[in-house]
Nanobody, 118 residues
Framework: QVQLIESGGGLVQAGGSLRLSCAAS????????MGWFRQAPGKEREFVAR????????YYAPPLKGRFTISRDNAKNTVYLQMNSLEPEDTAVYYC???????????WGKGTLVTVSS
């Protein structure tokens, strides 16, 4: 079993930045695809970004590319999401997930809330 715990969320003004972290425990996630998803109030959960097990390949939801950066440190069993130029529309609960084979994500964190004020 893998446990994922997100951190780094909070309240930020529009134009600001936040860095989310997702720490894995229980077993190593070095062989897993890791992803970030988000769910805004009243909306369905949506894909944000994913990263291959080695970190060599990344993919972003097209509207977010250029503002968000996903990375991972397998030695620390941690994945990150750097978010820049935040907009009120980025307000959501952000979830970390791990999967053996994309697009199936086998493990999910409980999420961290990001609120962007205008």
């Amino acid at each position: 079993q893998v446990q994922l715990i997100e951190s780094g969320g909070g309240l930020v003004q529009a134009g600001g930045s936040l860095r989310l972290s997702c720490a894995a425990s229980g077993r190593t996630v070095s062989g897993y695809v890791m992803g970030w998803f988000r769910q805004a109030p009243g909306k369905e959960r949506e894909f944000v970004a994913r990263i291959s097990w080695s970190g060599a390949m990344t993919y972003y939801a097209p509207p977010l590319k250029g503002r968000f950066t996903i990375s991972r440190d397998n030695a620390k069993n941690t994945v990150y999401l750097q978010m820049n130029s935040l907009e009120p529309e980025d307000t959501a609960v952000y979830y970390c997930a791990a999967g053996g084979t994309w697009p199936t994500m086998d493990y999910w964190g409980k999420g961290t809330l990001v609120t962007v004020s205008s």
